[in-house]
């Protein structure tokens, strides 16, 4: 069975997929392009793809009967695959969830840290030879022990965020859910009014239509004017362009964002925001963590080839 892996993975995730298949793997770390999104769909059996590999209603469209019939998604996060295009033409597709939690929550906690402590500022200020030396009102920043973290979307990674704030920090969690769940901690189910307004507003809810701008003008408005926003979601749940103008008015305190709604470009206006940090997508960059996600993509393709049920089928 033919497999195409769309972008270079860890050694021992190569050699478990080469175990079981023909494989053919894309050098470039680039997403495919259009012409490589139909080669994918018409030359492979099963398909390895990862975020940016726009496998959209647009590309299926152009090859009305595929030969793959799985894509094994390299990431839980899956909104740039149009799973309901897919099925309609008989495609499968999984993701890797679980294995991202930790590693993910850890960039939310350092997304909080720096932004609060205006981490990112001072390695600037130091780097360009500005530092005098210390002094009491020197770069003061927001206390972060004690404090109101608002999480929305309390799932695994919510659920990981929740505790590392809990026990770390000694956090009171409050949380915006579709439904009430077991945080693991203390914590308190809110209206998305109520969540808003905590000193920090970590978002971890999943990408998609239904999260689109989910932070808009009104959301950023009802926040408190010493709130921090934190994103390791999807990029496009914030709408950047309102987001920047908030920072610099001074409407909210600062953001700490992991991920963008056009990557890898960068709404210019956050690029020259001193209340910002700004991380290349490190959420789930671990060793351990990539390894781990692509044996459990591997693990999916596996699944199928032995025509067994996929374990992680969205």
Request: glycine share 10%; proline share 6%.
């Amino acid at each position: 069975m033919k497999l195409l892996i769309t972008r270079p993975l860890p050694d021992p995730v190569m050699q478990a997929a080469r175990a079981r298949f023909e494989v053919t793997a894309r050098a470039s770390t680039l997403p495919l392009d259009a012409s490589e999104l139909r080669v994918a769909l018409t030359d492979y059996d099963v398909v390895l793809p990862t975020l940016g590999d726009l496998f959209k209603a647009e590309a299926f469209a152009e090859v009305p009967t595929p030969r793959a019939k799985l894509l094994a998604n390299f990431g839980v996060g899956f909104n740039h695959i149009d799973t309901k295009a897919a099925a309609a033409l008989g495609i499968a597709v999984t993701n890797t969830p679980g294995a991202v939690t930790d590693a993910t929550a850890d960039v939310a906690m350092t997304l909080l840290l720096m932004t609060a402590r205006r981490a990112g500022e001072g390695e600037r200020m130091l780097r360009a030879g500005q530092w005098q030396g210390w002094h009491p009102t020197q770069m003061l920043g927001a206390p972060v022990s004690g404090k109101c973290v608002g999480i929305i979307g309390m799932g695994r990674i919510g659920r990981a965020i929740a505790q590392r704030c809990h026990y770390g920090f000694g956090m009171r969690v409050i949380y915006h859910n579709r439904s009430a769940t077991d945080a693991g901690v203390p914590a308190q189910q809110v209206s998305m009014l109520e969540v808003l307004q905590a000193d920090f507003v970590v978002i971890a809810v999943p990408g998609g239509p239904a999260t689109r701008h989910l932070i808009n003008a009104e959301a950023l408005a009802q926040m408190a004017p010493h709130g921090i926003l934190i994103n390791i979601a999807r990029g496009d749940v914030v709408d950047e362009t309102t987001l920047a103008t908030a920072l610099k008015t001074g409407q909210i305190a600062g953001a700490g964002l992991d991920v963008y709604e056009n990557e890898p470009q960068i709404t210019p206006a956050l690029l020259g925001l001193e209340n910002v940090t700004l991380l290349p997508h490190l959420g789930t960059a671990v060793l351990e963590t990539r390894t781990a996600m692509g044996m459990m993509a591997v693990a999916n393709l596996i699944a199928y080839l032995d025509g067994q049920p996929l374990p992680n089928q969205v």
